[in-house]
Protein backbone atom coordinates (compact mmCIF):
# COMPACT_ATOMS: atom_id res chain seq x y z
CA UNK A 1 0.00 0.00 0.00
CA UNK A 2 1.51 3.56 -1.34
CA UNK A 3 1.60 6.26 1.55
CA UNK A 4 -0.90 8.02 0.07
CA UNK A 5 -3.82 5.57 -0.28
CA UNK A 6 -2.74 4.62 3.41
CA UNK A 7 -3.06 8.30 4.27
CA UNK A 8 -6.00 8.20 3.05
CA UNK A 9 -7.78 5.00 4.81
CA UNK A 10 -6.43 6.41 7.81
CA UNK A 11 -8.24 10.06 7.29
CA UNK A 12 -11.88 7.98 6.68
CA UNK A 13 -11.08 5.53 10.12
CA UNK A 14 -10.75 8.50 12.29
CA UNK A 15 -13.29 10.48 10.83
CA UNK A 16 -15.68 7.17 11.37
CA UNK A 17 -14.28 6.39 14.63
CA UNK A 18 -14.79 10.03 15.80
CA UNK A 19 -18.27 9.45 14.63
CA UNK A 20 -18.97 6.39 16.86
CA UNK A 21 -17.37 7.88 19.61
CA UNK A 22 -19.81 10.51 19.57
CA UNK A 23 -22.74 7.86 19.45
CA UNK A 24 -21.93 6.39 22.25
CA UNK A 25 -21.46 9.44 24.66
CA UNK A 26 -24.43 10.58 23.24
CA UNK A 27 -27.85 9.75 25.65
CA UNK A 28 -29.22 6.57 24.75
CA UNK A 29 -32.74 6.56 22.90
CA UNK A 30 -35.27 4.26 23.75
CA UNK A 31 -34.21 1.86 20.67
CA UNK A 32 -31.27 1.44 18.48
CA UNK A 33 -32.78 2.81 15.59
CA UNK A 34 -33.71 5.97 17.10
CA UNK A 35 -30.42 6.52 19.00
CA UNK A 36 -28.67 5.96 15.58
CA UNK A 37 -28.18 9.16 13.32
CA UNK A 38 -26.03 8.74 10.73
CA UNK A 39 -25.50 5.16 8.59
CA UNK A 40 -21.80 4.81 10.11
CA UNK A 41 -23.54 4.95 13.68
CA UNK A 42 -26.75 2.27 12.52
CA UNK A 43 -23.39 -0.19 11.70
CA UNK A 44 -21.82 0.53 14.94
CA UNK A 45 -25.17 -0.44 16.77
CA UNK A 46 -26.11 -3.42 14.21
CA UNK A 47 -22.28 -4.80 15.32
CA UNK A 48 -23.25 -4.15 19.28
CA UNK A 49 -26.37 -5.74 19.33
CA UNK A 50 -25.09 -8.79 17.72
CA UNK A 51 -22.23 -8.76 20.29
CA UNK A 52 -24.43 -8.72 22.65
CA UNK A 53 -26.76 -11.24 22.18
CA UNK A 54 -29.86 -8.46 21.23
CA UNK A 55 -31.07 -10.33 18.75
CA UNK A 56 -34.55 -8.19 18.53
CA UNK A 57 -32.06 -4.69 18.52
CA UNK A 58 -30.09 -6.18 15.51
CA UNK A 59 -33.72 -7.19 13.41
CA UNK A 60 -34.84 -3.64 14.34
CA UNK A 61 -32.00 -1.83 12.63
CA UNK A 62 -32.65 -4.00 9.18
CA UNK A 63 -35.33 -2.46 7.11
CA UNK A 64 -38.95 -3.12 7.64
CA UNK A 65 -39.93 -6.15 6.10
CA UNK A 66 -43.45 -7.06 6.41
CA UNK A 67 -43.54 -9.74 3.59
CA UNK A 68 -40.78 -11.77 5.41
CA UNK A 69 -41.88 -15.73 5.60
CA UNK A 70 -41.69 -16.40 9.40
CA UNK A 71 -38.88 -19.48 8.55
CA UNK A 72 -36.58 -16.56 7.03
CA UNK A 73 -37.08 -14.54 9.71
CA UNK A 74 -36.03 -17.23 12.08
CA UNK A 75 -32.89 -17.80 10.04
CA UNK A 76 -31.73 -14.30 10.41
CA UNK A 77 -32.26 -14.42 14.09
CA UNK A 78 -30.30 -18.02 14.46
CA UNK A 79 -27.69 -16.55 12.05
CA UNK A 80 -27.59 -13.34 14.95
CA UNK A 81 -27.95 -15.28 17.97
CA UNK A 82 -24.00 -16.99 16.29
CA UNK A 83 -20.70 -14.54 18.04
CA UNK A 84 -18.82 -13.24 16.31
CA UNK A 85 -15.58 -14.43 15.13
CA UNK A 86 -13.65 -10.52 15.21
CA UNK A 87 -14.81 -7.52 16.19
CA UNK A 88 -15.77 -5.49 13.31
CA UNK A 89 -15.21 -1.71 12.93
CA UNK A 90 -16.14 0.91 10.95
CA UNK A 91 -13.64 2.38 8.55
CA UNK A 92 -15.47 4.85 6.46
CA UNK A 93 -19.01 5.29 4.69
CA UNK A 94 -20.47 7.48 1.31
CA UNK A 95 -24.41 9.00 1.27
CA UNK A 96 -25.71 9.45 -1.98
CA UNK A 97 -29.53 10.94 -1.00
CA UNK A 98 -31.39 8.08 0.73
CA UNK A 99 -28.91 5.62 0.19
CA UNK A 100 -25.03 5.07 1.86
CA UNK A 101 -22.36 2.17 2.23
CA UNK A 102 -20.63 1.85 5.22
CA UNK A 103 -16.90 -0.08 5.06
CA UNK A 104 -16.71 -2.62 8.01
CA UNK A 105 -13.09 -4.15 8.86
CA UNK A 106 -14.01 -7.63 9.61
CA UNK A 107 -10.64 -9.18 10.42
CA UNK A 108 -9.05 -10.57 13.89
CA UNK A 109 -6.89 -7.71 15.21
CA UNK A 110 -3.66 -9.76 15.49
CA UNK A 111 -3.35 -10.53 11.85
CA UNK A 112 -2.21 -7.11 9.44
CA UNK A 113 -4.79 -8.57 6.62
CA UNK A 114 -7.18 -5.70 5.11
CA UNK A 115 -10.61 -7.25 4.95
CA UNK A 116 -13.50 -4.97 4.17
CA UNK A 117 -16.92 -5.73 3.58
CA UNK A 118 -19.69 -3.16 2.59
CA UNK A 119 -23.03 -2.74 4.19
CA UNK A 120 -25.63 -0.71 2.59
CA UNK A 121 -28.53 1.46 3.95
CA UNK A 122 -31.45 2.87 3.11
CA UNK A 123 -33.22 5.91 4.76
CA UNK A 124 -36.93 5.98 4.93
CA UNK A 125 -38.01 9.60 6.61
CA UNK A 126 -35.28 10.21 9.07
CA UNK A 127 -34.33 6.79 9.81
CA UNK A 128 -31.25 4.73 8.14
CA UNK A 129 -31.98 1.04 7.86
CA UNK A 130 -29.57 -1.75 7.29
CA UNK A 131 -30.39 -3.54 3.84
CA UNK A 132 -30.51 -7.68 4.22
CA UNK A 133 -27.81 -8.82 1.40
CA UNK A 134 -29.17 -8.84 -1.98
CA UNK A 135 -28.44 -9.09 -5.01
CA UNK A 136 -27.81 -6.66 -7.05
CA UNK A 137 -30.12 -4.62 -4.90
CA UNK A 138 -32.83 -6.46 -5.70
CA UNK A 139 -34.80 -8.20 -3.43
CA UNK A 140 -38.54 -9.73 -3.42
CA UNK A 141 -38.59 -8.98 -0.31
CA UNK A 142 -38.67 -4.92 -0.08
CA UNK A 143 -38.51 -3.07 -2.79
CA UNK A 144 -36.38 -0.28 -4.28
CA UNK A 145 -37.12 2.58 -6.61
CA UNK A 146 -35.12 3.24 -9.76
CA UNK A 147 -33.41 5.98 -8.23
CA UNK A 148 -32.17 4.32 -5.09
CA UNK A 149 -31.30 1.41 -7.16
CA UNK A 150 -28.71 3.69 -9.87
CA UNK A 151 -27.63 5.19 -6.11
CA UNK A 152 -26.94 2.17 -4.51
CA UNK A 153 -24.84 0.64 -7.35
CA UNK A 154 -22.88 4.06 -7.60
CA UNK A 155 -22.24 2.85 -4.09
CA UNK A 156 -20.96 -0.52 -4.61
CA UNK A 157 -18.87 1.58 -7.27
CA UNK A 158 -17.24 4.13 -5.11
CA UNK A 159 -16.85 0.66 -2.16
CA UNK A 160 -14.57 -1.81 -4.55
CA UNK A 161 -12.66 1.60 -5.49
CA UNK A 162 -11.78 1.76 -1.49
CA UNK A 163 -11.16 -1.62 -0.77
CA UNK A 164 -8.63 -1.75 -3.98
CA UNK A 165 -6.80 1.80 -2.84
CA UNK A 166 -6.86 -0.42 0.45
CA UNK A 167 -5.12 -3.59 -0.19
CA UNK A 168 -2.48 -1.62 -2.57
Given at each position: ??????????????????S???????????????????????????????????????I???????????????E??????????T????????????????????S??N??????????????????????????????????????????????????????????
Amino acid sequence: MNMRSLSGVLVVALAATLSIVTAQTSKPASSPVQAARTPAEVVANFFEAVAAGRVDDAIALMTPLPDLPPEVLEELREDFAKPLRTKPYVVGHLQIGTSAVVIVHDSSPNKHIIDLDPAYLIRRGSTWYLLPQVDEFESRWFPLDASTTKSLEELEGWFRAQRMLASE
